[in-house]
């Protein structure tokens, strides 16, 4: 009832499943991480699961909502994880029964980027705005959209899904046949392929390791111009996507995370320039872009938080 | 309070000012139209159409608001206008409480395309739905965003300008500085520029007005391969923006509206494939992708909607 409520938050990734105590935008406390992939199929995980809570719970009193973040299509209404593309046998699971029934706790299912938005826009980043438009720049890109203070997760609970938006109609050919997603061009792996084939192209020699978003962020630093134009391409093909979402739903602040963002200057200000050269004054002059306050801590946070507010629980923070 | 509560529409367009008396999803009395371009400045032109409100108010009994569609930058909640684009004077003009206190009934105001979008949503193709996207293909190309059943405006208002979103972010220079944005592909006179040199690269002698997209309508509906083509690159580039918007906001229905979507299947047949063929299946499966209801008279029926809507009547039509 008060900022002080404490609710669980499940992190439930493709490659571990971190479960923490979480008191305003602070985890308190965590659990060790599960292995997603020790398992064959929802039923031990689940139990694993509600046995990392019921630990929680034992160390800590007034627990009163828990939140599960998950990588793929939930219906958030009825509690359902419809499909998780990267984790077998999770088709069409009733998380949220199963686990209100195990718990007696109130519990909410949302996408993991829809997590990070709402940790953003209730506690982090954007918490002094109504409209945002967060985005995460990993080896997927993901986002979340605010409007007028509600999160907008559409028909099907799928909203969001800026990597698959185009920044060229004619451009690669992406997982969903859509051509050329921002995914396919500024995830993880595409910004080492692509600046690797770049640097190859000058005759410069170098490993795909030598081109992570990490390694081309210190070439960067460094005065490497190919890096550094590498940079100036990605912050642009984000701008061109972002640009969209501001036409379309004229935000007042954007925010950017993921490890990708980590680039920091590298990226935003190329971005910032692409994108606010390409919108009219309405759109643009109290645009506030914003890099993300939370970090791999935001899907916890953030699930937390979204199952407190479901719950009807005011937190002040 | 009934189907049967009365409104009026006026469609303030850059031509002509268009002022109706709405019942439901009909003009059942319609102005002489005042041709915009006429007057100076705002002053006298608002007299003229306070005087054709004044003539269809003694005319019908009841009428119990007034919307105002305007073809610009509108402050929706403190009811000015903005900035009218291709309208001399209109700048930071409080239409909405002149208009008031003129009538003293309540005034709304909007951009033009969310009042199309509005008439499409309340009364049109898309009154089932509460997830759309509407766009309108003329000179311009506009739009309007229904989320959960509300319009979405943004932070200033201006949402819903899918023609300014960018379908190549290497493309043409735009009016705003975005590169490749749609409506500099299928605008009107740019459908008709672009098929003329697709033409002209062919041999094919042609003038402008052999390509306007009526005239382009016709010639395919001959056979002819290079304007059945042009409209397949149309319908593909529409494609892009509005499967860029079902990503993002995951509606469940489309509405097509304007002149340019006069052409039918000639436009909506690549339109859908080039869609659907780029979406996954949440965002796809049970997507509605519908022409629009109503043609020029959108504008009036949407304001009269509008302003009953916001003054608290509830249409039931």
Request: charged content about 20%; glycine content about 12%; aromatic content about 6%.
């Amino acid at each position: 009832m008060s900022e002080n409520t404490l609710a669980i938050g499940i992190d439930f990734g493709g490659t571990s499943v971190k479960a923490g105590v979480v008191r305003g935008a602070e985890i308190i406390d965590l659990a060790p991480p599960i292995a997603t992939q020790d398992f064959e199929g929802p039923d031990q995980l689940i139990q694993v699961m509600a046995r990392a809570v019921e630990d929680l719970r034992s160390r800590h009193e007034g627990i009163a909502a828990i939140g599960i973040g998950l990588p793929g299509f939930v219906d958030f209404k009825r509690g359902v994880v419809t499909n998780l593309t990267n984790v077998r046998g999770w088709i069409e699971i009733p998380l949220k029964e199963i686990f209100q029934s195990i718990t007696g706790l109130p519990v909410t299912l949302d996408n993991d980027a829809n997590c990070m938005a709402f940790a953003e826009y209730k506690l982090g980043a954007a918490k002094s705005y109504e409209h945002v438009i967060c985005v995460a720049l990993g080896t997927g890109v993901g986002g979340g959209v605010i409007a007028d203070g509600k999160m907008i997760r559409g028909a099907k609970f799928g909203a969001g899904e800026i990597g698959q938006t185009s920044i060229d109609y004619q451009g690669r050919r992406g997982h969903y046949g859509n051509l050329g997603a921002l995914e396919d061009y500024i995830g993880n792996q595409e910004i080492s392929r692509d600046a690797l084939r770049t640097y190859k192209a000058a005759g410069v020699f170098k490993d795909l390791e030598d081109c992570t978003p990490a390694a081309l962020a210190i070439a960067a630093k460094h005065g490497d111009t190919i890096a550094i134009e590498h940079w100036n391409l990605v912050g642009r093909m984000l701008a061109t996507a972002m640009m969209n979402a501001c036409w379309l739903l004229n935000p007042e602040a954007l925010v950017i995370g993921g490890g990708v963002a980590r680039a920091g200057n590298l990226l935003f200000d190329p971005f910032r320039e692409h994108l606010l050269s390409q919108l009219s004054g309405p759109f643009r002059d109290e645009l506030a872009i914003l890099p993300a306050a939370f970090g791999h801590e935001a899907g916890t946070i953030g699930a937390a938080a979204l199952a407190l507010d479901e719950a009807g629980f005011v937190n002040l923070t």
